[in-house]
T-cell receptor, first 113, second 114 residues
Framework: SAVISQKPSRDICQRGTSLTIQCQVDSQVTMMFWYRQQPGQSLTLIATANQGSEATYESGFVIDKFPISRPNLTFSTLTVSNMSPEDSSIYLC??????????FGPGTRLTVT | AQTVTQSQPEMSVQEAETVTLSCTYDTSENNYYLFWYKQPPSRQMILVIRQEAYKQQNATENRFSVNFQKAAKSFSLKISDSQLGDTAMYFCAYSTGTASKLTFGTGTRLQVTL
């Protein structure tokens, strides 16, 4: 399985600001995914990031709010823009494991005040 | 759209006992994949077990096994010889393939007690 790291592990931000979350994988992967887990809730996919192409966003998520970069096969960033308290969540990146499973990073806990 | 339902928000089991977590799903696809993930308080999502829909044999991984009933669209997880380290949120998830997103259920919080 891939080893995935995320930075920062947690942050407290003021409303109206932006935060960029980094996801680093120890091997080259084609597909990376970004999920949001709101407090006490399940995981919801924000977008799929394929290297060399624009990210594909799920219904309810837009690029202006959650811009994603995927500059190479081991790295991706997710930015949460113009934050509000409703954006307080855990944000997780994952990668396809080569078969059909996905492996997850440790998550970034974001609190917006 | 595919949906995944976990009807047990919380469960408790004594150490060394067996517990079964329920999951049902809805899909019109014939080929798909089902997973159980564990999320301990550290919040790291850990893959517990996977099942391919085209396989009739139920998957097993050490103390973890599934009961996959394709016609009933049911996918339950059995944990045998429960250990304190099994305390976590357990999520059932569905996917249609390698490049496909995971659709998660709402989770079951499992508490293993002495």
């Amino acid at each position: 399985s891939a080893v995935i790291s995320q930075k920062p592990s947690r942050d407290i931000c003021q409303r109206g600001t932006s935060l960029t979350i980094q996801c680093q994988v120890d091997s080259q992967v084609t597909m990376m995914f970004w999920y949001r887990q709101q407090p006490g809730q399940s995981l919801t996919l924000i977008a799929t990031a394929n290297q060399g192409s624009e990210a594909t966003y799920e219904s309810g998520f837009v690029i202006d709010k959650f811009p994603i970069s995927r500059p190479n096969l081991t790295f991706s960033t997710l930015t949460v823009s113009n934050m509000s308290p409703e954006d307080s969540s855990i944000y997780l990146c994952s990668v396809s494991g080569g078969r059909t499973e996905q492996y997850f990073g440790p998550g970034t806990r974001l609190t917006v005040t | 759209a595919q949906t995944v339902t976990q009807s047990q928000p919380e469960m408790s089991v004594q150490e060394a006992e067996t517990v079964t977590l329920s999951c049902t799903y809805d899909t019109s696809e014939n080929n798909y994949y089902l997973f159980w993930y564990k999320q301990p308080p550290s919040r790291q999502m850990i893959l517990v077990i996977r099942q391919e829909a085209y396989k009739q044999q139920n998957a097993t991984e050490n103390r973890f096994s599934v009961n996959f009933q394709k016609a009933a669209k049911s996918f339950s997880l059995k944990i045998s010889d429960s250990q304190l380290g099994d305390t976590a949120m357990y999520f059932c998830a569905y996917s249609t393939g390698t490049a496909s997103k995971l659709t998660f259920g709402t989770g079951t919080r499992l508490q293993v007690t002495l």
